[in-house]
């Protein structure tokens, strides 16, 4: 699912989610909580925009409450620069875990993406970084999956 999917205004609710319920939800908020609700793990494709998250992503994460507690989750940041988003992995981490996510130790670094991805996310197979992209990415799907299945099987009580 990609963002867009979900039609979210600007937060607005008197309610902090975490600690009350919001009310008076739109389709689209309801839509989005139920799509985390629903889910047992994450992984989170984000670029970095002046050396964090983008506010879109922000925003939806301000509706967020119990929906996601104890659900493991796995940052991917890109860049068109050769730092690979690694400064909006960092800024990411403290919103996740404030959410009580399980955010996974080692975020993917997608560095230079004009170069090594086509617009439309597809690696570039012959790119000077795709044999390393292509393994990080195997890797970190392959530990999700045992994180989401792991705590799925043996819920956190």
Not at 14 to 38: A, M, R
Not at 88 to 104: C, D, G, N, P, T
Request: glycine content about 6%; hydrophobic content about 40%; cysteine-free.
């Amino acid at each position: 699912m990609r963002l867009e999917d979900f039609p979210l205004d600007f937060y607005h609710h008197d309610e902090t989610p975490l600690s009350n319920p919001i009310t008076d939800l739109k389709s689209g908020e309801q839509k989005w909580l139920d799509h985390l609700k629903d889910n047992d793990g994450f992984v989170i494709l984000t670029p970095e925009y002046d050396h964090a998250i983008p506010g879109v992503l922000k925003n939806a994460l301000d509706y967020v409450g119990p929906e996601v507690d104890h659900k493991p989750i796995q940052i991917v940041t890109y860049s068109y620069y050769s730092d690979g988003g690694m400064l909006a992995a960092e800024s990411f981490v403290e919103i996740l875990q404030m959410l009580k996510m399980i955010v996974l130790p080692t975020p993917v670094l997608l560095w230079n993406a004009n170069d090594n991805f086509t617009k439309d996310g597809q690696l570039i197979t012959d790119a000077a970084n795709s044999d390393h992209f292509e393994q990080r990415l195997q890797e970190a799907f392959h530990e999700i999956g045992f994180y989401t299945k792991l705590l799925h099987d043996n819920p956190f009580k």
